[in-house]
């Protein structure tokens, strides 16, 4: 497939996608499975009897007495700890992932990640104590951070512009392939006894490996490679990425983003001006929202969640399992939309369809499902049906969104540090909503799902009128073709803060 893209100048660039292309973009996502792996674990694994005993066992002895409080069977800090950890580990992490993405370049970033995933895996998998069982999280977070902030940004780096929404997406696709691989897995191990569990963290190690030998194979992204001054090398790279020999004119654009990026010694520094603001406000905002539509206390806890209305055991992995399919699928709506219809209109129809589902979610616990007993078969089904229509709305929009757009809006001279900010609010809210969710169902009840429709409604105000539109855009003019024709945010690029932006 060959296909011509404008230059910001308006010169076409030509590119063919070849297998070597398409190769360099699927090894790269295998990083998103390694953190969708590690979300859809998280869940099964804190549910399994026996790693109940082993590590938690106050926590497994109320569960045996679950007629106590439906809302609160699992509320316990140590346990939301073992699920939270790897965020904050992995929030650290994806500074230092910033810096060697700048010093070492995107692709080491990558096999760094790949390695230090591996190792929790081995950790956690033989952890004979829980301080072993948290340090393995830890280093499972450190790889995520590591990988996060890494992958994504490699992917629009390397992706023709035409196709840079689908290309991105590629990771959360991933990461949504490594959540319903996680399920599958929770589901199969939960019956070998007394060490599913072990079975389940240590296969984390399998994509982390793909990973590494994927890491081995990729090139370096031709701007990376520039901006350190290695321009052979770099127009090497392109001409590989691009599968054609003529890339003068979009060697020539990134040769002048990596010149004004050179001049650029404190990037942070730079980050903190007024004229980077509004990619900057965009991309923590973007992931902040992501975590407050209440994603991941449906990931995390659908297990435990499904269990709550009163499906048991493998009944409730199971249910994980179809939200998984759900999951996958839906991104895949997703890859063929984002360069067509656009951003913003993903995000706003998600919103409408989330918040219909999170109310509805609500509305039927709070009237129906009392403290103790359980909600009736028709019911439970009702809510299995709205929680994959929240997840599907969820999975074609803020999902992908939260990964692409701070990965797009960055000029290259604040970019790997503009995105791990981006990166580290996402590991935040993570972090708070994972060890909040418990207590919260315990403290809130049916209410959570309202306080998470809020949220979706205050999400969808923002992207009407603060979300530029982003799709056709070549990742080095955004600062002209967008931030500086949006109504709100060219406030902020005025003559001479432009001027200074330039020279800082
Ligand atoms: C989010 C995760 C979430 C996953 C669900 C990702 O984009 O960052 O927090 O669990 O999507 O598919």
């Not at 230090?116 to 393995?136: D, E, W, Y």
Request: proline letters at 4%; charged letters at 15%; glycine letters at 8%.
């Amino acid at each position: 497939m060959t296909s011509v893209e404008p230059s910001s100048s308006g010169q076409p660039f030509g590119s063919k996608v070849t297998v070597y292309v398409v190769a360099c973009w699927i090894f790269a996502a295998f990083g998103g499975l390694m953190f969708g792996y590690d979300i859809g674990i998280s869940g099964g694994v804190t549910s399994m009897d026996d790693f109940l005993k082993k590590f938690f066992p106050a926590i497994y002895e109320r569960k045996l007495h679950a007629k106590e409080n439906n809302y609160c069977k699992y509320d316990d800090q140590m346990l939301q700890l073992f699920t939270s950890s790897l965020y904050l580990a992995a929030l650290v992490a994806s500074f230092g992932a910033s810096k060697a993405c700048n010093v070492l370049g995107r692709k080491p970033t990558i096999s760094l990640a790949s390695v230090l995933f591996t190792l929790g895996a081995v950790v956690s998998g033989t952890a004979p104590n829980k301080v072993l069982l948290i340090i393995g999280r830890i280093l499972f977070g450190i790889g995520v951070g590591f990988g996060n902030e890494s992958v994504p940004l490699f992917l629009s780096e390397v992706a023709p512009m035409q196709h840079r929404g689908a290309v991105n997406i590629l990771f959360q696709l991933f990461v949504t392939i490594g959540i319903l691989i996680a399920n599958l897995v929770n589901y199969a191990v939960s019956s070998i006894h007394p060490n599913g569990w072990r079975i389940a963290l240590g296969l984390a190690g399998v994509p982390a490996i793909f990973l590494f030998m994927g890491s081995l194979i990729i090139t370096e992204t031709p701007s990376s490679l520039i901006e350190r001054g290695k321009e052979i090398e770099g127009k090497e790279a392109l001409k590989k990425i691009r599968g054609v020999d003529d890339v003068e004119s979009e060697l020539e654009q990134i040769k002048l983003a990596c010149e004004i990026s050179r001049q650029v010694k404190h990037p942070y520094k730079k980050l903190f001006k007024r004229a980077s603001m509004p990619p900057l406000i965009i991309g923590i905002s973007i992931q902040v929202f992501q975590q407050f539509t209440g994603i991941n206390a449906i990931m995390f806890y659908a297990p435990v969640l499904f269990q709550t209305v009163g499906f048991k055991g493998n009944g409730s992995l199971l249910s994980a399992v179809i939200t998984g399919v759900v999951n996958v699928l839906s991104t895949l709506v997703s890859i063929v939309a984002v360069d067509r219809v656009g951003r913003r209109k993903l995000l706003l129809q998600a919103c409408v369809q989330m918040f219909i589902s999170m109310v509805a979610i609500g509305s039927i616990l709070l009237i129906h499902l009392k403290p103790t007993g359980s909600l009736d078969k028709g019911l439970a089904a009702v809510v299995v049906v709205l929680v994959c229509m929240f997840v599907m709305s969820f999975a074609w929009s803020w999902g992908p969104m939260g990964w692409l757009i701070p990965s797009e809006t960055f000029p290259l001279e604040t970019r790997t540090a503009g995105f791990a900010f981006a990166v580290s609010a996402n590991m935040f809210f993570t972090f708070v909503i994972a060890q909040a969710f418990l207590s919260m169902l315990c403290n809130m009840r049916a209410y959570i799902f309202f306080f998470f429709a809020l949220w979706i409604l205050i999400m969808g105000l923002f992207v009407v009128f603060l979300l530029p539109e982003t799709k056709g855009v070549p990742i080095d003019s955004m600062t002209e073709r967008v931030w500086k024709k949006h109504p709100v945010w060219r406030k902020f690029m005025g003559k001479e803060v432009v001027k200074n932006y330039e020279m800082t």
